[in-house]
C-alpha cells in the first residue's frame, strides 16, 4: 500500500472550473508538500504546509492533520494550470520526502 | 529569485559508462538532496546531504551512487557504472536551516542508458 495516496489520478476541466485534488497519507508527517511538475519535468514547489490552509493567487491548500488528508483546490482555472500535481509528505525525523504518484490535470480552454 | 540549476539537461551514456550530474543549489542553502523518478513513475528520495556528509540515503543508493560537494557551490551525483534502470529524470534539491521543510528544486537532468 502506498504511504501517499492523490485522487484523482487524471482530472480535465473547463477553463474556469474550481478544481479539487485530494491527498491521503497513512505515516505521521512533519509537513506536506504540494508540488507542480510541468510537461517538461521540471519540478515547482508550491506550498508547504504543517497545519490549517495557506492561499497564493487561485491556488489554496488545506490540511487536516488528524484525518491525515490534504487538498489542493484551484480557482477559475486556466489552461496553464495543465501540468501534474503532487503531494509529497515528509516524515519526522528523516530528511527525506515520500511522494504521490500524482494528479494529471488538463484544462481545456 | 535565486534558483537551483542542474547540468546537463539531458545526458545520454552508454551501460557501464560512469555519469556525473551536477546541481548548483541556491547560495545560502546547506541541506542538499537527490530524488529520480523513472519513466512514468512517482518521484524517489535517493540522498540527503549535510555539513559535508551524507545524512541519510535510501537502499536505492547503493556503492554505485556516490555524492560530493567539490567546490562549495557544485553538488554532484555520480553513477559508477550505468545500468538501463538508472534511466530516468534525476532532480536536486536545497533548503536552509531555517526553512528546513521548504525544498527548492532544480529543472532536472534526464538520463538516457543506452
Known amino acids: 500500500k502506498n504511504e501517499v495516496e492523490q485522487s484523482p489520478q487524471n482530472l480535465t476541466a473547463q477553463e474556469g472550473e474550481f478544481i479539487t485534488i485530494n491527498c491521503s497519507y497513512s505515516?505521521?508527517?512533519?509537513?506536506l508538500h504540494w508540488l507542480q511538475q510541468h510537461p517538461g519535468g521540471g519540478i515547482v514547489s508550491l506550498f508547504m504546509?504543517?497545519?490549517g490552509k495557506k492561499k497564493h493567487g487561485r491556488l489554496i491548500a488545506t490540511i487536516n492533520i488528524q484525518e491525515k488528508h490534504s487538498s489542493l483546490h484551484i480557482t477559475a482555472s486556466h489552461p496553464r494550470d495543465s501540468a501534474v500535481y503532487i503531494c509529497?509528505?515528509?516524515?519526522?525525523?528523516?530528511?527525506?520526502?515520500?511522494f504521490g504518484t500524482g494528479t494529471r490535470l488538463q484544462v481545456f480552454p | 529569485e535565486p534558483e537551483v540549476t542542474q547540468t546537463p539537461s539531458h545526458q545520454v551514456t552508454q551501460m557501464g559508462q560512469e555519469v556525473i550530474l551536477r546541481c548548483v543549489p541556491i547560495?545560502?542553502?546547506?541541506?542538499f538532496y537527490w530524488y529520480r523518478q523513472i519513466l512514468g513513475q512517482k518521484v524517489e528520495f535517493l540522498v540527503s546531504?549535510?555539513?559535508?556528509?551524507?545524512?541519510?540515503k535510501s537502499e536505492i543508493f547503493d556503492d554505485q551512487f556516490s555524492v560530493e560537494r567539490p567546490d562549495g557551490s557544485n553538488f554532484t551525483l555520480k553513477i559508477r557504472s550505468t545500468k538501463l534502470e538508472d534511466s530516468a529524470m534525476y532532480f536536486c534539491?536545497?533548503?536552509?536551516?531555517?526553512?528546513?521543510?521548504?525544498?527548492?528544486f532544480g529543472p532536472g537532468t534526464r538520463l538516457t542508458v543506452t
Open positions: 546531504f549535510y555539513n559535508n556528509e551524507i545524512s541519510e
Open positions: 509529497a509528505v515528509r516524515v519526522p525525523y528523516t530528511d527525506k520526502l515520500i
Open positions: 505515516v505521521g508527517i512533519s509537513a
Open positions: 504546509l504543517s497545519s
Open positions: 547560495s545560502n542553502h546547506l541541506y
Open positions: 534539491a536545497s533548503s536552509t536551516p531555517r526553512t528546513f521543510n521548504e525544498q527548492y
